[in-house]
């Protein structure tokens, strides 16, 4: 299983990028997709995960309303859409996948220990 992430840079405050994590080696369409991000000294944190079929979302309350997580099936791809970014944004991000888990009320799993798969990261530094 590979997942490869890009779409990182740097930009300003309020500025949008796209993420795009390319996962080969998987059936992709059975797998929960998410993002993490990470600052050095830190855990790995929960941005967003998205499930694989129906469309359904959850977002780390840090970034409702300006993070956009999709997926395309056809090309086995999820991405990121990041619009108004901080400062506090600034991390790498990691794209995850794990076997969505049918029939247990939709839950989508925020923690990192429950990934199998994971990107190599990209970095996205905003500056104010």
């Known amino acids: 299983v590979q997942l490869q992430a890009s779409g990182g840079g740097l930009v300003q405050a309020g500025d949008s990028l796209r993420l795009s994590c390319a996962a080969s080696?998987?059936?992709?369409?059975?797998?929960?997709m998410a993002w993490f991000r990470q600052v050095p000294g830190s855990e790995r944190v929960f941005v967003a995960v998205i499930s694989p079929n129906d469309g359904s979302t959850r977002y780390a309350d840090s970034v409702k309303g300006r993070f956009t997580i999709s997926r395309d099936n056809a090309k086995n791809t999820v991405y990121l859409q990041m619009n108004d970014l901080k400062p506090e944004d600034k991390a790498v991000y990691y794209c995850a996948a794990e076997k969505h888990i049918y029939n247990n009320d939709g839950y989508l799993p925020t923690s990192g220990g429950a990934y199998s798969y994971w990107g190599q990261g990209t970095q996205v530094t905003v500056s104010s």
């Open positions: 080696g998987l059936a992709f369409s059975w797998y929960n």
